[in-house]
């Protein structure tokens, strides 16, 4: 399968600037660019879809070049609905160190280049970039970007001259990078593609030369029809540990995030977010078509996702922990062992503590509550009130989430 053939088959293709997808086989320059901004200390399945479409390239012979928005980060991508909060430059730094490491480990590639748009920005001058950027753009097409129409339009909170620069900046990076690096594409998320535009713009006007992008859809979360991100509240991080900010999911609870998808939705999510190819895929379905009870598809796509954000050991270690969980009490010493997947909190904690501590409850009144309608347990037993937890124990909220007490 060549490349465009396995970009439309998995998926990863909305609008783009390339008229005939076979024109990525053979292509003369194969670099490209990906680029996330620092706003979080983890990335999320919503960015793992854009990465995945990244180690599609790379698979077919692309290099690539990840871009960490160390300068961008510190504006912010601008939203539709109101301006983002300024991040502190400690923060930008902890977070670009955070996922700059996540990148890596997901687009795995021997020639991978990691950069920094901070490194280009931070010696600028104003009036250099206004100079040489600034004039190379018209008001006309920037307020004719739809995050500026709906933020200056009839209800819009308005935007300030910063968000409204974001995608001079942006652009700037294309440039840059087409310049330094002879870098002539740009992958992103179908949201980001105006921004990529810019730098379209630029190369063409400034070096009178031709850039492209491509841009993979943005994945909507069957269960509630939004758009997989932080931005919606529902974010599944990549990071399996907290980095500070309390952005992560356990390993456990990844791995039954996928285990949970519904039989409409899991052969689109296979193609996007596992390394399993077309024949294996066809024959998952063909045994989810003839036994569905035996939810194979999702165990398929569970282990395989698991397998690119966490490693093999672990999706196979969180795969066996899983019928172990669902099928027998644990021993003391087999519980020692989960905090490579579940989150912990110390002994001597109260119960409700416990809960809030691990996320199990989202206060200690709603961990209350759940204890008095029977849906929290300590090693299998349901506990009703707050009590102190002074031994090694097992947490159980409901059916499926889990944490230990150590």
Known sequence: MSLSEELIWRGFQAETTIKDPSELDTRASKKFYWGADPSADSLTIGNL???????????HGYEPYLLVGGATGQIGDPKDNGERDLKSLEEVEHNKKCIGEQMQRIVKAPNLTLVDNYDWFKDMKYLDFLREVGKAFSMTQLLD??????RIGEG???????????????????????????IDLQLCGADQFGNCSSGIHLIRRLENATADAWSTPLIIDPASGRKFGKS????????AHDNGSGNFTSVFD?????LSQPDSAVEYLLKIYTLLEKPEIEQIMQEQ????????????????????????????????LTKKLFSNKLTESEILGLDEYLVTAKC???????????????????ARKLASAGAISINGEK????????KVALLKRGKNKFAIVK
């Open 156 to 182: 819009g909170s308005g935007i300030s001259y910063a968000e409204f620069s974001y995608t001079l900046i942006q652009g700037y990076d294309f440039l840059h990078l087409y310049r330094k690096y002879g």
């Open 145 to 150: 970007r739809q995050f500026v129409q709906a």
């Open 49 to 59: 879809a854009a990465a995945m479409m990244c180690a599609c390239f790379v698979r």
């Open 383 to 390: 506990v009703r009130e707050d009590t102190i937890i002074d």
């Open 289 to 320: 078509t003839l036994h569905p009870e035996n939810r194979v598809a999702q165990k398929a796509l569970a282990l395989g996702v698991t397998e690119v954000v966490h490693g093999k050991e672990k999706a196979r270690g969180v795969e066996e």
């Open 348 to 366: 001597g904690t109260m119960l409700f503590d416990a809960l809030v501590k691990t996320g199990l409850a989202s206060s200690k009144t709603e």
């Open 232 to 239: 919606e509240g529902n974010a599944i991080w990549l990071a």
């Open 254 to 258: 990844f791995y039954q995030f996928w």
